[in-house]
């Protein structure tokens, strides 16, 4: 999976030189539409407008950021490349789909067991739970608590004090297969439509960062694994607007204070019963 991710940033890197952005547009470069676009271009495709048309789904909207995006010069080396990459990309697909399907016939009852209750986790699916599983065991009660279990995979970010004060830092080394597994995990989640792990990213995106937020994901990934493992608790997903609801006087605030930053004055009262 790591060496599949590896190849995946390769394409992106070698779309990039030809000054493709395909990737600031498209969440998944190698998803339905993104491979359809790329083997245009392999095969000699120019026009953007041809490209872009080859969207699918929800990212049809995106159609002239797209023709942006597909403005580049792409070469024959650059062909070459990508021909070569996506041959390298197919074949650990089908490793990785060979080596799942072994280890789901060869694996005990409570791994099978396992697999089946997180892969109704957003962002993880079978193959995603078959592989986190495969590093961190099924059984939780080697671990005292989810902060055990998450600082013995390197999730559990660090903390430094002083003076009274706690800041923010740095975080353990991981396990980097499981950190890779997660990563993909956590990128999953966040596309997610209307889950919590989504809301949770666009929330921590804005001012700590894109890399913060996918590690803060991925803590509450492993987080929602420990406790359905130790507990055997099916998912249930706390939802898009469960930040809103915890403290619906905080986001009033903030919403407030923008308007008063854009220059409007704001008068708030309690609407009315619907009753």
């Given at each position: 999976?790591?060496?599949?991710?590896?190849?995946?940033?390769?394409?992106?890197?070698?779309?990039?030189?030809?000054?493709?952005?395909?990737?600031?547009?498209?969440?998944?470069?190698?998803?339905?539409?993104?491979?359809?676009?790329?083997?245009?271009?392999?095969?000699?495709?120019?026009?953007?407008?041809?490209?872009?048309?080859?969207?699918?789904?929800?990212?049809?909207?995106?159609?002239?950021?797209?023709?942006?995006?597909?403005?580049?010069?792409?070469?024959?080396?650059?062909?070459?490349?990508?021909?070569?990459?996506?041959?390298?990309?197919?074949?650990?697909?089908?490793?990785?789909?060979?080596?799942s399907e072994r280890l789901g016939a060869v694996a005990p009852p409570s791994f099978r067991a396992a697999v089946e209750q997180l892969d109704a986790m957003a962002g993880v699916g079978e193959r995603g739970a078959r592989a986190l599983l495969a590093e961190t065991g099924t059984d939780m009660s080697r671990f005292p608590s989810h902060k055990h279990f998450a600082s013995w995979a390197g999730r559990c970010p660090g903390n430094h004090e002083s003076a009274g004060k706690r800041r923010s830092g740095k975080t353990p080394a991981a396990n980097r297969h499981l950190d890779a597994v997660l990563t993909e995990m956590a990128h999953a989640a966040v596309r997610t439509k209307n889950s919590y792990f989504k809301s949770q990213y666009h929330r921590l995106a804005g001012r700590r960062g894109k890399k913060r937020a996918i590690g803060a994901v991925k803590h509450s990934l492993l987080v929602t694994v420990y406790f359905m493992l130790r507990d055997n608790r099916p998912y249930k997903d706390l939802g898009v607007d469960y930040f809103d609801k915890l403290n619906p006087q905080q986001r009033i605030r903030y919403h407030v204070r923008r308007l008063q930053e854009l220059g409007q004055e704001v008068e708030l009262s309690p609407m009315a019963d619907a009753a």
């Open positions: 999976m790591q060496q599949r991710n590896a190849v995946d940033n390769r394409i992106q890197k070698v779309l990039e030189t030809a000054n493709i952005k395909l990737g600031s547009v498209a969440s998944d470069v190698l998803g339905v539409s993104g491979r359809k676009m790329i083997e245009a271009l392999i095969a000699g495709e120019k026009d953007v407008a041809v490209l872009a048309d080859l969207a699918q789904r929800q990212l049809r909207g995106k159609i002239p950021e797209l023709q942006r995006a597909l403005e580049g010069e792409l070469t024959e080396h650059h062909r070459f490349l990508l021909r070569q990459l996506l041959g390298q990309y197919d074949f650990l697909e089908k490793e990785i789909a060979s080596v």
